[in-house]
């Protein structure tokens, strides 16, 4: 038995991945340790799962107006991955450093995610074994497959005019980066270590292996990615552990309403977007009633619920996707991670209204492997709502490439694959 550290820190889509990876660890004889934010420990409980405490705090779920002043703040399009960095993450990098050097002080081997800035420095300091891993592509800058930035979607059409274009602005860029990481830089020199790479770009990854938790479907391996990257697919779990939520893995009401027609469109976004839904469900219902379609929503919160539902739809909280969107005509979310990759695997076309972050970039990925189409939150209401489900659903190519990529991804086992290639490196 080996203790595995993995670090994580954000939403649902930043957490589900590794309590897959954790739980097949502890299938295997394994003790996983889950170091992220205190308000995840009704999950880990409930799942015997061990959870370490580490900072940042964020409010819990039975704190919605709190969660949503902080949703609104880093989910904005514009400036969202800068507070994420600025108010989220550097504030509490000396806490984070002190907590992690807690929980991984007899441990085997230390997980990082993306935004764990302080796993690097610590590896460094005490030479514990280290696995850093990646959620997302756009995680995985590459010059020849170049990302879609919230803040200038526009800029992804001249970065793949060719490689040296890409090069040529991320040198630009990375001095963007560099003040970002700064603290970070000042955490180093207080603990006697250069200032190594930035912590977005080359700083990032383990010398050992780098785990791309994502299908190869959307985004396949780049000759400038690291050597030691391991593409495993995506892992998954869906379920949100709280008291009160029924055993089963969808409401008898639920289901009640999807043997009652058609498969229905799901409307969802995520488990943050949520907390900044705006008219995103009113609008829907109206844009699935021009459509012709049922509509299913998954509204978070209570006061996302549309007042006077219609016969074609109906308005959970919560469901796991895993369950539910094989069930589902198409899905139109947010291009969280997660969610794409649950709607991939259900091999159902989709709608892509991206809000901020990798979203956007997620997006572009769904629609060049022509399974779904991008409709920019700023451009969603009922009418383009509306028209852009009918050409999804009136051109059976998309529905035809969805079925084939949610084959491709069912092969896939990520949290098996992570799994093998941890235990390869406790073994080296």
């Known amino acids: 038995m080996k203790k595995i550290v993995i670090s994580t820190v954000g939403s649902f889509g930043d957490v589900h991945p590794y309590v897959a990876i954790a739980l097949e660890l502890k299938r ?94 610590l590896v460094e300091k005490t030479g514990i074994k280290w696995v850093s891993t990646v959620l997302a592509p756009i995680s995985m ?95 998954f779990y869906d379920r949100r552990d709280r008291a009160g939520d029924p055993a089963e893995a969808l409401d008898p009401a639920l289901l009640k309403f999807l043997d009652a027609g058609e498969p229905p469109v799901v409307f969802t976004l995520g488990s943050s977007a949520v907390y900044v839904a705006g008219d995103f469900y009113r609008e829907s219902i109206e844009a699935a009633r021009a459509a012709g379609v049922r509509a299913l929503l998954l509204v978070g919160e209570q006061s996302n619920r549309p007042p ?21 005509r198409a899905v139109v979310h947010q291009g969280g991670i997660g969610t794409t990759a649950q709607g991939l695997r259900a091999g159902i076309p989709a709608i892509v209204v991206p809000f901020s972050h990798d979203q956007f970039d997620n997006g572009a990925r769904v629609e060049r492997a022509g399974v779904g189409r991008v409709l920019p939150r700023s451009k969603y209401n009922a009418a383009s709502a509306a028209g852009e489900l009918r050409a999804l659903l009136a051109d059976e190519s998309y529905t035809t490439r969805a079925v084939e990529v949610g084959r491709r991804v069912r092969s896939e086992d990520g949290a098996t694959a992570a799994a093998d290639a941890i235990e390869e490196v406790l073994r080296g």
């Not at 807690?102 to 302080?118: G, K, Q």
């Open 308 to 328: 006077d539902l219609p016969e074609s739809a109906a308005a959970f909280d919560y469901a796991p996707y895993g369950e539910l969107l094989p069930r589902a």
């Open 28 to 121: 295997r004889g394994h003790r996983p340790v889950i170091a992220t934010s205190e308000i995840y420990r009704e999950k880990t409980d409930a799942l015997g799962l061990e959870l370490h405490a580490v900072p940042p705090d964020m409010p819990g779920y039975d704190q919605p107006e709190e969660v949503a002043r902080m949703v609104a703040e880093l989910v904005d399009t514009k400036k969202g991955p800068e507070r994420v960095f600025e108010r989220f993450i550097n504030p509490h990098l000396r806490g984070t450093y002190d907590a992690l050097a807690e929980a991984t002080r007899d441990a085997d081997l230390l997980v990082t995610h993306v935004l764990s800035l302080a796993g690097p420095p």
């Open 141 to 235: 800058f590459s010059n020849y497959d170049p990302p879609v930035f919230p803040q200038m979607p526009w800029l992804y059409h001249v970065l793949k005019i060719h490689p040296s274009v890409s090069r040529a602005a991320m040198r630009v860029g990375r001095w963007k980066l560099d003040q970002l990481a700064a603290p970070l830089y000042r955490l180093r020199a207080e603990l006697g270590l250069k200032r190594g790479g930035n912590p977005m770009l080359e700083g990032q990854h383990s010398p050992r292996l780098v785990l791309a938790l994502f299908s190869s479907v959307i985004a396949p391996r780049q000759p400038d990615w690291p050597p030691q990257t391991r593409v495993t697919g995506f892992p």
